[in-house]
């Protein structure tokens, strides 16, 4: 049974550019919470998705957004990016409110 | 904000038990004690969670006190494949409080041969 996928595992952009994350979700799950995590820093919740709607968004600006799929992958767009949206971005999955399981993440950088 | 308190690291000689301690004195009655751990860059881990009752799981147990204003997490019998940081944190499983996960600092456990 696979867990949690994300792709690319690494990624390299620069300032004003635009970058899509994918999330494949673990088998029976069909929540996608997103997260950011800066150098030396906790995941910060960016949103989640269910039902291919986004239910809870946290402080982040309209540059991010997201989208799921019906099949419950996901994906994460970031917009105009900015140095300081360098980080690790993380993506967890769940069967509704249940236990969430993350990916191993992708690390955005840019420059 | 985080509604937990943890001491910022800790330290453990290996094969001895690891007692991490987790403040959550503003928990409600619906919110859940999690506990993750992240080995460094990778994704958390999910370890065990529990509402009021002591938990154990192949990984770890959890001890709540009576008052539910504070719990530990036990790793039994400490390796070094279990140093990373180690995160509490309290969650409702309504389903629209129930989403997001709360990351605080986490506390940093070493375990020394």
């Known amino acids: 049974d696979a867990g949690v996928t994300q792709s690319p595992t690494h990624l390299i952009k620069t300032r004003g550019q635009q970058v899509t994350l994918r999330c494949s979700p673990k088998s029976g799950h069909d929540t996608v919470s997103w997260y950011q995590q800066a150098l030396g820093q906790g995941p910060q919740f960016i949103f989640q998705y269910y039902e291919e709607e986004e239910r809870q968004r946290g402080n982040f600006p309209d540059r991010f957004s997201g989208h799921q799929f019906p099949n419950y992958s996901s994906e994460l767009n970031v917009n105009a990016l900015l140095l300081g949206d360098s980080a690790l971005y993380l993506c967890a999955s769940s069967r509704r409110g249940n236990e969430q399981f993350f990916g191993p993440g992708t690390r955005l950088t840019v420059l | 904000d985080a509604k937990t308190t943890q001491p910022p690291s800790m330290d453990c000689a290996e094969g001895r038990a690891a007692n991490l301690p987790c403040n959550h004195s503003t928990i409600s009655g619906n919110e859940y004690v999690y506990w993750y751990r992240q080995i460094h860059s990778q994704g958390p881990q999910y370890i065990i969670h529990?509402?009021?009752n002591n938990e154990t799981n192949e990984m770890a147990s959890l001890i709540i006190t009576e008052d539910r204003k504070s719990s530990t997490l036990i790793l039994p019998h400490a390796t070094l494949r279990d140093t990373a940081v180690y995160y509490c944190i309290v969650r409702s499983h309504q389903y629209n409080q129930g989403g997001k996960l709360i990351f605080g600092q986490g506390t940093e456990l070493s375990v020394k041969p």
């Open positions: 529990g509402l009021k």
